[in-house]
């Protein structure tokens, strides 16, 4: 190898199961050794790292880069070896052997993880906050960042404001005269009216809204509010006021929506959220066809509280949503008032039960619905959410 041409990093690296000195000592020494028994020179110029263990300085100003950019506390390195180092390497193993041998990746990536921590960083390859992905021969590193993770609840305080942005139908987004050249079909969202927020603050390059279900356009979501998660895509500032985010929305979004309970997450609460049946609570205000007997009216309530329900798609969603049958329970229907035809509900149900065509029966879709026990047509004039149960 010393004929070949090989760096002092690289002859150690073939002994570092061998003593305790730094691997760079040890071929320092056997090169020395090595000199003195012949009376010669070898050269340094190293076939096997191409000179990469002579120009650590050069990964360690990237890594410096990261540190003056990003706001992390923890990191994980990496090391691509997909050129003539690792066919070298290979070569070399095959030829001298390896039993006491590191390989170039474990001696690179060890090298510079020493360097990063000189830093105040802490190495934490299992939750790193950053990644960077060296890339010796070439001379690059990619980086990649975990994503922030913001969970709180959402209250909305009006109706007509979808809870994600909603593309315009008719042009799919590009803009069009039907949505005035916006590509959507409301002019606002919660998504769009919080987002923005934790964005700016994170400085990060997009924020992804993660719902815990979703309420109807035209109903508001009150009492406790809605469970959500922010997550926030290649965030360079991780320490954020969270206190100062909740007090600025509130502020500028008075009288729509309130969010409260913020608090980071890791990304395990996503899918939490996304499979969490939460028991929910309606109020409901509807208008009967008719006027009916109160003690009819009674009794349909208790006949349907307690009991599963069984729910086609509704109309409404079949153009977005899978046609099959839901069944889904009703804990418990309380009557609120009784003003002649117009009536108010409590329901307490599961999770996916969609109250309206309870109350309608979507034409024959859901069943048993209120309007088939009473006989009578059934409107929704107005539904809100009243509690969502349960949280993280």
Same mark, same amino acid.
């Given at each position: 190898?010393?004929?070949?041409?090989?760096?002092?990093?690289?002859?150690?690296?073939?002994?570092?199961?061998?003593?305790?000195?730094?691997?760079?000592?040890?071929?320092?020494?056997?090169?020395?050794?090595?000199? =003195?028994?012949?009376?010669?020179?070898?050269?340094?110029?190293?076939?096997?790292?191409?000179?990469?263990?002579?120009?650590?300085?050069?990964?360690?100003?990237? =890594?410096?880069?990261?540190? &003056?950019?990003?706001?992390?506390?923890?990191?994980?390195?990496?090391?691509?070896?997909?050129?003539?180092?690792?066919?070298?390497?290979?070569?070399?193993?095959?030829?001298?052997?390896?039993?006491?041998?590191?390989?170039?990746?474990?001696?690179?990536?060890?090298?510079?993880?020493?360097?990063?921590?000189?830093?105040?960083?802490?190495?934490?390859?299992?939750?790193?906050?950053?990644?960077?992905?060296?890339?010796?021969?070439?001379?690059?590193?990619?980086?990649?960042?975990?994503?922030?993770?913001?969970?709180?609840?959402?209250?909305?305080?009006?109706?007509?404001?979808?809870?994600?942005?909603?593309?315009?139908?008719?042009?799919?987004? &590009?803009?069009?005269?039907?949505?005035?050249?916006?590509?959507?079909?409301?002019?606002?969202?919660?998504?769009?009216?919080?987002?923005?927020?934790?964005?700016?603050?994170?400085?990060?390059?997009?924020?992804?809204?993660?719902?815990?279900?979703?309420?109807?356009?035209?109903?508001?979501?009150?009492?406790?509010?809605?469970?959500?998660?922010?997550?926030?895509?290649?965030?360079?500032?991780?320490?954020?006021?969270?206190?100062?985010?909740?007090?600025?929305?509130?502020?500028?979004?008075?009288?729509?929506?309130?969010?409260?309970?913020?608090?980071?997450?890791?990304?395990?609460?996503?899918?939490?959220?996304?499979?969490?049946?939460?028991? &929910?609570?309606?109020?409901?205000?509807?208008?009967?066809?008719?006027?009916?007997?109160?003690? =009819?009216?009674?009794?349909?309530?208790?006949?349907?509280?307690?009991?599963?329900?069984?729910?086609?798609?509704?109309?409404?969603?079949?153009?977005?949503?899978?046609?099959?049958?839901?069944?889904?329970?009703?804990?418990?229907?309380?009557? &609120?008032?009784?003003?002649?035809?117009?009536?108010?509900?409590?329901?307490?149900?599961?999770?996916?039960?969609?109250?309206?065509?309870?109350?309608?029966?979507?034409?024959?879709?859901?069943?048993?619905?209120?309007?088939?026990?009473?006989?009578?047509?059934?409107?929704?004039?107005?539904?809100?959410?009243?509690?969502?149960?349960?949280?993280?």
């Amino acid at each position: 190898m010393l004929e070949d041409g090989i760096c002092d990093s690289c002859l150690g690296r073939f002994f570092s199961k061998l003593g305790n000195e730094k691997l760079k000592e040890k071929g320092f020494w056997i090169r020395k050794a090595k000199e =003195a028994l012949e009376n010669r020179k070898f050269t340094e110029e190293c076939l096997l790292c191409g000179g990469v263990f002579n120009r650590m300085e050069t990964y360690e100003e990237m =890594a410096k880069e990261v540190i &003056k950019n990003y706001e992390f506390e923890t990191f994980a390195v990496g090391c691509r070896v997909d050129g003539l180092i690792g066919a070298m390497e290979e070569l070399v193993f095959e030829t001298h052997g390896s039993e006491w041998a590191e390989t170039f990746k474990s001696h690179f990536n060890r090298e510079i993880i020493a360097k990063i921590e000189k830093f105040g960083k802490r190495f934490d390859p299992a939750n790193p906050d950053v990644l960077l992905i060296f890339d010796p021969e070439r001379e690059k590193m990619d980086l990649q960042v975990r994503p922030l993770y913001v969970y709180g609840r959402y209250r909305k305080l009006v109706r007509g404001i979808p809870q994600t942005k909603w593309p315009c139908r008719e042009c799919r987004g &590009k803009g069009c005269e039907r949505c005035n050249f916006s590509g959507k079909m409301y002019s606002e969202s919660v998504e769009e009216l919080i987002t923005p927020f934790f964005l700016q603050e994170a400085k990060g390059i997009e924020a992804k809204f993660h719902g815990s279900g979703r309420e109807d356009i035209d109903a508001r979501m009150l009492g406790n509010g809605r469970p959500f998660v922010v997550e926030i895509r290649n965030p360079r500032k991780r320490h954020l006021e969270l206190k100062s985010i909740e007090r600025e929305i509130n502020t500028q979004n008075h009288g729509k929506i309130e969010v409260l309970d913020l608090k980071f997450v890791s990304k395990s609460a996503v899918e939490i959220l996304k499979s969490a049946a939460f028991v &929910k609570v309606y109020g409901v205000k509807i208008r009967l066809e008719k006027k009916v007997n109160p003690e =009819a009216l009674h009794d349909a309530v208790k006949d349907l509280s307690g009991i599963v329900i069984s729910q086609r798609t509704p109309k409404r969603v079949s153009h977005r949503r899978a046609d099959k049958i839901r069944k889904r329970k009703v804990y418990q229907i309380d009557i &609120k008032s009784i003003d002649d035809c117009e009536v108010e509900l409590v329901i307490v149900s599961e999770s996916g039960l969609y109250i309206k065509e309870l109350m309608t029966g979507d034409e024959g879709r859901t069943r048993p619905s209120l309007a088939e026990k009473l006989g009578v047509e059934i409107s929704v004039e107005e539904l809100d959410v009243l509690e969502v149960k349960g949280g993280i």
